[in-house]
């Protein structure tokens, strides 16, 4: 038990001072990307999508 309860102050100490957080313009900035990123990736699925759709149906056509 008492091993725990070091490790759950360690890792307290560790956030709290050891680690350096994001400002809140770095945070936007970061969230703008990964938007960015996410609509660049639907976008490209989304054209892949259709594009075999369109093969497909093409192929049921001939078939």
Known sequence: MRKIINYLKDSYTE????????????????????MIASLIFALIVFVMDISFQTILEGIYKIV
């Open 15 to 34: 956030l709290v001072h050891k680690v350096t957080w994001p400002t809140w313009k770095e945070l936007q900035n970061s969230a703008l990307v990964v």
